[in-house]
Protein backbone atom coordinates (compact mmCIF):
# COMPACT_ATOMS: atom_id res chain seq x y z
CA UNK A 1 0.00 0.00 0.00
CA UNK A 2 2.90 2.33 0.68
CA UNK A 3 5.49 0.67 -0.71
CA UNK A 4 8.77 2.71 -1.77
CA UNK A 5 6.98 6.02 -0.01
CA UNK A 6 9.29 7.92 2.43
CA UNK A 7 7.65 8.79 5.51
CA UNK A 8 8.85 11.09 8.63
CA UNK A 9 7.44 9.93 12.21
CA UNK A 10 8.68 12.46 14.74
CA UNK A 11 8.87 11.52 18.32
CA UNK A 12 9.23 7.69 17.08
CA UNK A 13 11.27 6.20 19.26
CA UNK A 14 8.20 4.85 21.96
CA UNK A 15 4.79 4.50 22.61
CA UNK A 16 2.19 6.27 19.57
CA UNK A 17 5.13 7.52 17.66
CA UNK A 18 6.68 3.63 17.60
CA UNK A 19 3.78 2.11 16.67
CA UNK A 20 2.97 4.66 13.70
CA UNK A 21 6.22 3.80 12.30
CA UNK A 22 6.35 -0.25 12.65
CA UNK A 23 2.84 0.12 11.19
CA UNK A 24 3.70 2.56 8.41
CA UNK A 25 7.30 0.55 7.71
CA UNK A 26 4.67 -2.50 7.74
CA UNK A 27 3.22 -1.14 4.58
CA UNK A 28 6.20 -0.85 2.95
CA UNK A 29 7.26 3.02 3.59
CA UNK A 30 10.93 3.75 4.24
CA UNK A 31 10.99 5.60 7.50
CA UNK A 32 12.67 8.37 8.81
CA UNK A 33 12.99 7.84 12.35
CA UNK A 34 13.34 11.13 14.58
CA UNK A 35 13.75 11.37 18.48
CA UNK A 36 15.18 13.72 21.14
CA UNK A 37 16.07 11.43 23.67
CA UNK A 38 15.93 8.06 23.62
CA UNK A 39 18.63 6.94 21.59
CA UNK A 40 18.47 3.32 22.87
CA UNK A 41 14.99 2.97 22.17
CA UNK A 42 15.31 4.44 18.70
CA UNK A 43 18.48 1.89 17.74
CA UNK A 44 16.27 -0.53 18.60
CA UNK A 45 13.24 0.38 16.61
CA UNK A 46 15.92 0.96 13.79
CA UNK A 47 16.33 -2.54 13.97
CA UNK A 48 12.64 -3.71 14.12
CA UNK A 49 11.63 -1.84 11.27
CA UNK A 50 14.72 -2.69 9.25
CA UNK A 51 13.95 -5.92 9.84
CA UNK A 52 10.37 -5.58 8.08
CA UNK A 53 12.74 -5.07 4.96
CA UNK A 54 12.61 -1.34 4.57
CA UNK A 55 15.17 1.44 4.57
CA UNK A 56 15.46 3.77 7.46
CA UNK A 57 16.81 7.13 8.49
CA UNK A 58 17.44 7.44 11.85
CA UNK A 59 17.76 11.65 12.90
CA UNK A 60 18.01 12.63 16.70
CA UNK A 61 16.46 16.51 16.73
CA UNK A 62 14.13 18.60 19.07
CA UNK A 63 11.69 19.61 17.00
CA UNK A 64 10.84 22.47 19.21
CA UNK A 65 14.65 24.15 17.32
CA UNK A 66 13.38 25.05 13.69
CA UNK A 67 17.23 24.22 12.95
CA UNK A 68 16.86 20.41 13.74
CA UNK A 69 13.65 20.30 12.18
CA UNK A 70 15.78 21.43 8.91
CA UNK A 71 17.89 19.62 9.29
CA UNK A 72 15.90 15.88 9.93
CA UNK A 73 13.99 17.32 6.64
CA UNK A 74 16.85 18.27 4.48
CA UNK A 75 18.47 14.41 5.71
CA UNK A 76 15.27 12.94 4.62
CA UNK A 77 15.33 14.03 1.16
CA UNK A 78 18.78 13.92 0.46
CA UNK A 79 18.57 10.30 1.20
CA UNK A 80 15.33 9.21 -0.35
CA UNK A 81 14.82 12.62 -2.81
CA UNK A 82 11.06 12.73 -2.07
CA UNK A 83 9.16 12.79 1.34
CA UNK A 84 5.79 11.10 0.86
CA UNK A 85 4.45 11.12 4.28
CA UNK A 86 4.70 13.39 7.39
CA UNK A 87 3.73 12.54 11.02
CA UNK A 88 3.99 15.35 13.25
CA UNK A 89 3.82 12.74 16.61
CA UNK A 90 6.19 14.05 18.96
CA UNK A 91 4.51 15.83 22.31
CA UNK A 92 5.21 15.96 25.92
CA UNK A 93 3.34 16.74 29.11
CA UNK A 94 3.95 19.36 32.25
CA UNK A 95 0.47 18.94 33.97
CA UNK A 96 -0.51 20.94 36.82
CA UNK A 97 -3.77 22.78 38.59
CA UNK A 98 -2.94 26.63 36.69
CA UNK A 99 -2.97 27.87 39.85
CA UNK A 100 0.48 26.27 40.47
CA UNK A 101 1.77 25.68 36.85
CA UNK A 102 5.26 27.59 36.32
CA UNK A 103 5.58 29.59 33.44
CA UNK A 104 8.27 27.41 32.03
CA UNK A 105 5.92 24.07 32.44
CA UNK A 106 3.36 26.77 29.68
CA UNK A 107 6.00 27.20 27.41
CA UNK A 108 8.23 24.19 27.07
CA UNK A 109 4.87 22.47 26.27
CA UNK A 110 4.22 24.87 24.15
CA UNK A 111 7.02 25.44 22.31
CA UNK A 112 7.58 21.35 21.68
CA UNK A 113 3.60 20.34 21.22
CA UNK A 114 2.71 23.38 18.75
CA UNK A 115 5.78 25.54 17.59
CA UNK A 116 7.45 21.88 17.51
CA UNK A 117 4.80 21.26 15.01
CA UNK A 118 4.84 24.85 13.13
CA UNK A 119 8.48 23.81 12.52
CA UNK A 120 7.29 20.49 10.99
CA UNK A 121 4.92 22.10 8.42
CA UNK A 122 6.63 25.22 7.72
CA UNK A 123 9.48 23.16 6.52
CA UNK A 124 7.75 20.43 4.83
CA UNK A 125 5.14 22.21 3.11
CA UNK A 126 7.57 24.12 0.35
CA UNK A 127 9.06 20.22 -0.46
CA UNK A 128 5.34 18.77 -0.88
CA UNK A 129 4.23 21.71 -2.97
CA UNK A 130 6.75 21.26 -5.40
CA UNK A 131 6.11 17.35 -5.30
CA UNK A 132 2.36 18.31 -5.90
CA UNK A 133 1.63 15.62 -3.69
CA UNK A 134 2.51 14.93 0.09
CA UNK A 135 -0.04 13.70 3.45
CA UNK A 136 0.66 15.03 6.37
CA UNK A 137 -1.07 13.86 9.92
CA UNK A 138 -0.82 15.98 12.92
CA UNK A 139 -1.13 14.17 16.56
CA UNK A 140 -3.44 16.01 18.61
CA UNK A 141 -5.88 14.92 21.33
CA UNK A 142 -9.22 14.64 22.83
CA UNK A 143 -8.00 17.01 24.91
CA UNK A 144 -7.56 19.86 22.66
CA UNK A 145 -11.56 19.38 22.00
CA UNK A 146 -13.05 18.99 25.10
CA UNK A 147 -10.27 20.50 27.65
CA UNK A 148 -8.55 18.45 30.98
CA UNK A 149 -8.17 19.90 34.69
CA UNK A 150 -4.31 20.01 35.27
CA UNK A 151 -3.28 20.69 31.60
CA UNK A 152 -4.02 23.69 30.84
CA UNK A 153 -0.43 23.77 28.55
CA UNK A 154 -1.73 20.94 26.79
CA UNK A 155 -5.17 21.36 26.15
CA UNK A 156 -3.65 24.72 24.55
CA UNK A 157 -1.44 23.25 22.57
CA UNK A 158 -3.85 20.55 20.92
CA UNK A 159 -6.15 22.47 20.02
CA UNK A 160 -3.56 24.77 18.43
CA UNK A 161 -2.42 21.60 16.72
CA UNK A 162 -6.24 20.89 15.56
CA UNK A 163 -6.47 25.18 13.99
CA UNK A 164 -3.40 24.85 12.04
CA UNK A 165 -4.53 21.45 10.78
CA UNK A 166 -7.54 23.01 9.17
CA UNK A 167 -5.62 25.97 8.11
CA UNK A 168 -3.04 24.79 6.10
CA UNK A 169 -5.59 22.08 4.61
CA UNK A 170 -7.55 24.90 3.26
CA UNK A 171 -3.83 26.40 1.78
CA UNK A 172 -2.60 23.55 0.06
CA UNK A 173 -5.43 21.64 -0.65
CA UNK A 174 -5.04 23.11 -3.94
CA UNK A 175 -1.56 21.41 -4.54
CA UNK A 176 -2.73 17.72 -3.91
CA UNK A 177 -1.72 17.62 0.04
CA UNK A 178 -3.62 16.62 2.33
CA UNK A 179 -3.41 17.81 5.89
CA UNK A 180 -5.59 15.59 9.42
CA UNK A 181 -5.44 15.76 12.86
CA UNK A 182 -5.83 12.58 14.80
CA UNK A 183 -7.15 12.91 18.24
CA UNK A 184 -6.23 10.10 20.91
CA UNK A 185 -8.14 9.39 24.06
CA UNK A 186 -7.22 7.63 26.70
CA UNK A 187 -4.18 5.24 25.21
CA UNK A 188 -2.34 2.79 27.06
CA UNK A 189 1.61 3.80 27.12
CA UNK A 190 4.55 3.87 30.06
CA UNK A 191 2.42 7.49 30.93
CA UNK A 192 -0.28 6.23 31.67
CA UNK A 193 1.12 2.86 33.18
CA UNK A 194 2.13 5.21 36.23
CA UNK A 195 -1.65 6.72 37.21
CA UNK A 196 -2.43 3.16 38.41
CA UNK A 197 -5.00 0.31 38.18
CA UNK A 198 -7.28 2.15 40.33
CA UNK A 199 -7.37 5.51 38.30
CA UNK A 200 -7.48 3.59 35.06
CA UNK A 201 -10.57 1.35 35.84
CA UNK A 202 -12.58 4.29 36.67
CA UNK A 203 -11.18 5.77 33.19
CA UNK A 204 -13.08 2.70 31.70
CA UNK A 205 -16.27 3.37 33.08
CA UNK A 206 -16.53 7.18 30.95
CA UNK A 207 -15.31 4.87 27.40
CA UNK A 208 -18.19 3.28 25.79
CA UNK A 209 -16.01 0.43 24.21
CA UNK A 210 -14.73 -0.28 28.04
CA UNK A 211 -11.41 -0.30 27.82
CA UNK A 212 -8.13 1.99 27.54
CA UNK A 213 -6.94 2.05 23.56
CA UNK A 214 -3.95 0.99 22.34
CA UNK A 215 -0.98 3.19 20.36
CA UNK A 216 -1.72 -0.02 17.56
CA UNK A 217 -5.36 1.52 17.59
CA UNK A 218 -3.76 5.15 16.64
CA UNK A 219 -1.48 3.86 14.20
CA UNK A 220 -4.08 2.11 12.40
CA UNK A 221 -5.83 5.17 11.44
CA UNK A 222 -2.46 7.43 11.11
CA UNK A 223 -1.78 4.93 8.19
CA UNK A 224 -5.38 5.12 6.59
CA UNK A 225 -4.36 9.03 6.56
CA UNK A 226 -1.35 8.10 5.36
CA UNK A 227 -2.26 5.84 2.35
CA UNK A 228 -4.27 6.68 -0.84
CA UNK A 229 -7.58 5.48 0.67
CA UNK A 230 -7.80 8.61 2.00
CA UNK A 231 -7.27 10.93 -1.15
CA UNK A 232 -10.85 12.97 -0.46
CA UNK A 233 -10.29 13.68 3.15
CA UNK A 234 -8.55 16.46 4.60
CA UNK A 235 -9.04 19.57 7.45
CA UNK A 236 -10.11 16.55 9.82
CA UNK A 237 -10.20 15.29 13.09
CA UNK A 238 -10.88 11.61 13.60
CA UNK A 239 -11.04 10.91 17.65
CA UNK A 240 -9.40 7.24 18.57
CA UNK A 241 -10.88 7.53 22.13
CA UNK A 242 -13.37 4.41 22.16
CA UNK A 243 -16.42 6.85 21.99
CA UNK A 244 -15.03 9.09 25.23
CA UNK A 245 -15.76 11.78 23.21
CA UNK A 246 -18.70 12.06 21.14
Given amino acids: MLKGKCAIVTGAAKGIGKAV??????????????YRSSEDKAIELETELKELGVEVLRV???ISKLADVENLINQAKEKFGHIDIMV?????????????MKEEDFDSVIDVNLKGVFNCLKTITPIMVKQRFGKIVNLSSVVGIVGNAGQ?????????VIGM????????????????????????TAMTDSLG???????????PLRRLGTPEDVAEVVAFLSSDSSNYITGQVINVDGGMVM
Avoid: H
Fill in 152 to 160: VNYAASKAG
Fill in 88 to 100: NNAGITKDNLLLR
Fill in 197 to 207: DKFKEEAKKGI
Fill in 21 to 34: ALKLASLGANIVLN
Fill in 60 to 62: KGD
Fill in 165 to 188: TKSLAKEIGARGITVNAVAPGFIQ
